[in-house]
């Protein structure tokens, strides 16, 4: 089974994007980075979200039908993604703080909440990126 990418790819470089714009209008009291802040937290939802999707995907062949991974909650799903060996638990860990970070940001949306996010980025990108390559790896073997 092929699963494609593509979209999660281009949230990512979407996301780099966004980082590298905030990183030139920082320190500025300028409404290109509260723009450029704001769209960066929307893609950390967007790589989030189709991160989850994906995996879901992958990890169906784990399971006797699809159905029973359709089930599982966001966090488990990363779960058992370790407890396939396809990712490590420290990876594991990062996620389920993106993740709360996520349902903070959804129900405190404000300035605080993504500043909190935008520290989470570097890292977030580089785990985003290695999934992407992991079910590509898994995919194609």
């Known amino acids: 089974m092929n699963i494609d990418t593509s979209f999660l790819r281009r949230c990512i470089s979407s996301l780099e994007r966004g ?4 990183e030139q209008h920082e320190g500025n009291d300028d409404v290109l980075y ?3 802040r704001a769209a960066c937290v929307k893609e950390f939802e967007l790589v989030l979200e189709q991160s989850g999707k994906l995996l879901r995907k992958r990890l169906g062949a784990y399971f006797a039908s699809n159905r029973q991974a359709d089930r599982l909650s966001f966090k488990d799903l990363f779960r058992h993604a370790a407890r396939h060996d396809l990712i490590d638990c420290e990876t594991v860990e990062r996620w389920l703080g993106y993740r ?3 349902n903070d ?3 405190g949306y404000g300035e605080n ?3 909190a996010t935008l520290k989470l980025l570097p890292t977030f990108v580089d785990d985003a990126r290695a999934l992407a390559d992991m079910i590509e790896e898994v995919n194609s073997g």
């Open 19 to 22: 980082i590298q714009e905030i």
């Open 34 to 36: 509260d723009l450029y």
């Open 100 to 102: 709360d970070n996520r």
């Open 105 to 107: 940001t959804v129900h």
């Open 113 to 115: 909440f993504a500043e």
